[in-house]
């Protein structure tokens, strides 16, 4: 059977001030009326039904994830008690779905993307379902062809086609993970890599199997909460062998040394909504360039991206290409081209002990 993983544990750093510890960029509405946790969640309707989807997130934000998915069963929003990136959130849904349904399929994927074209999302999984079910060992990826050459995403390699219905699928000569700017330039210039978009498809049993291979001390950890499941013994398990896992993402744990892998090229629209500059590709900008959500009043400004609370009045003069980002109690205001460096903005505020705006 099919089952729909949702990883949601991030902290959208990327996305601050909007973006907070107690609501990450998951639990909100960045673009559209539904928060994108929410939107992931309807992307799967006659897909896989609320039983079968599961939200990995971390223990502080049960509670906000259940209240935004109440379609969800409670025993289906599980806490991590920390962060440890997404291979641990991977291998532990795997061994809950395995416990369950040993031939179950899982589908994972991310809780804050946008996906333009739900329709085709759905029929590419499908299809990707039908490729594992025909080799249990393979691992399906769904890659986005690339525009420019991005150090943030991982790359996949195409090799011989494979038979997929209705889409076009690949045997994957390479895996590599977030590669440098040179490196990113010749496999853009090469016409045969992808970025990999962050949703995969595996047997629970499988990506467990990999695990073992592959990460061996994790597996370890994981197969002694795998043991305490529907014992007293859970909770007290969980929060000692899950804390003691080296975190590491999915993508270097596994993916870049998995030797079967295929890629589905994505028949869908994509965005990661990695940073806020994804704001101009998400919304509409006025005859400027602006991209504006909230209440804004523009003398001379061009190509700025305004994000402010709808009766917080946001007036800017002669500023060009800037993202201004207004909350209650934190503002931020930096060129467009710094948007990675916001993290340094969140270290900042962490070290000068302002928890209250983080
Ligand atoms: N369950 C779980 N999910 C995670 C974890 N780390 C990241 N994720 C999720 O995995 C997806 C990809 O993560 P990132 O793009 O790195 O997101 P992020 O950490 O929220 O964003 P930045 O802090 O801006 O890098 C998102 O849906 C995250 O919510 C984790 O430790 N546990
Ligand atoms: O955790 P990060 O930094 O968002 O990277 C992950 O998602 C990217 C797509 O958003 C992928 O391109 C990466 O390979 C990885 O799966």
Redesign the pocket.
């Known amino acids: 059977m099919l089952h729909a993983v949702i990883?949601?544990?991030?902290?959208?750093?990327?996305?601050w001030p909007a973006s907070r510890n107690a609501l990450?960029?998951?639990l909100l509405a960045l673009s559209g009326e539904r928060t994108m946790i929410q939107a992931t969640s309807d992307r799967l309707e006659g897909l896989v039904p609320a039983e079968r989807r599961m939200v990995?997130?971390?223990q502080a934000l049960v509670s906000a994830v259940l209240e935004q998915l109440p379609e969800f069963p409670n025993q289906n929003v599980v806490g991590?008690p920390c962060?440890?990136?997404?291979a641990?959130?991977v291998g532990l849904a795997a061994a809950m779905i395995a416990r369950k349904d040993p031939e179950g399929i899982m589908a994972v994927m991310?809780?804050?993307h946008v996906i333009g074209t739900p329709d085709r999302f759905r029929d590419a999984i499908r299809a990707g379902e039908k490729l594992v079910q025909e080799d249990a060992s393979r691992i399906v990826t769904f890659g986005i062809k690339p525009s420019y050459p991005a150090e943030s995403f991982g790359y996949i390699e195409r090799a011989e086609p494979l038979q997929a219905a209705g889409v076009a699928a690949f045997q994957v000569a390479r895996f590599r993970e977030k590669p440098d700017r040179l490196t990113a330039q010749q496999y853009l210039s090469s016409g045969s890599f992808y970025w990999n978009s962050?949703i995969f498809l595996w047997r629970a049993s499988t990506i467990l199997d990999a695990l073992k291979s592959h990460q061996l001390e994790m597996y370890e950890h994981l197969d002694r909460i795998a043991q305490a499941m529907e014992t007293d013994k859970f909770q007290e398990t969980l929060a000692v062998e899950f804390a003691a896992i080296k975190?590491t993402s999915i993508d270097y744990a596994v993916m870049e040394s998995y030797p079967n892998v295929a890629v589905i090229e994505a028949p869908f629209e994509w965005d990661?909504v990695?940073?806020w500059q994804a704001l101009e590709r998400l919304n509409p900008s006025d005859e400027h360039g602006n991209t504006v959500v909230g209440s804004h009043y523009a003398i001379d400004t061009k190509g700025s991206i305004i994000f402010g609370q709808p009766g917080h009045a946001i007036v800017t003069i002669g500023i060009e290409d800037m993202i201004v980002v207004q909350t209650p109690d934190a503002t931020l205001v930096a060129p467009k081209s710094a948007e990675e460096r916001v993290?340094e903005a969140v270290r900042l505020l962490l070290e000068s002990n302002r928890n209250d705006c983080l």
């Not at 962060?83 to 997404?86: A, I, L, P």
């Open positions: 990883m949601a544990g991030g902290s959208g750093t990327r996305f990450p960029k998951q990995l997130t971390n991590e962060k440890r990136d997404t641990p959130c991310p809780s804050d962050g975190g990661d990695g940073s993290r």
